[in-house]
Nanobody, 123 residues
């Protein structure tokens, strides 16, 4: 049974930082591209970042490029999302996902999903 479990969310002030973690089990982590998405109330799910299993190349949405950094540790079956310079509009539930594709940017390209962790940016 595949499980993706996120952690690291919480309340942070504008301009602050958080690091999200997602631990995967039940799959061969090194063979999956890992992505981060977010879902805010009243909005569609938004792709944020992905890191390929093949070459570790990362891709970012324009809304977070330069502020967020995705990384992975295959020895720990974990993918991270470092979030800096957070803004109130970053408030959402953040979820990680796993894809068997070498490149994956849309939610339909992902096979497995975590439950999500809430990030709230507010003063």
């Amino acid at each position: 049974q595949v499980q993706l479990v996120e952690s690291g969310g919480g309340l942070v002030q504008p301009g602050g930082s958080l690091r999200l973690s997602c631990v995967a089990s039940g799959l061969r982590f090194s063979l999956y591209t890992m992505g981060w998405f977010r879902h805010a109330p009243g909005k569609e799910r938004e792709f944020l970042a992905a890191i390929s299993y093949r070459d570790r190349r990362s891709n970012y949405a324009d809304s977070v490029r330069g502020r967020f950094t995705i990384s992975r540790d295959n020895d720990k079956n974990t993918v991270y999302l470092q979030m800096d310079s957070l803004k109130p509009e970053d408030t959402a539930v953040y979820s990680c996902a796993a894809s068997g594709r070498a490149r994956a940017f849309d939610s339909y390209e992902y096979d497995y999903w975590g439950q999500g962790t809430q990030v709230t940016v507010s003063s």
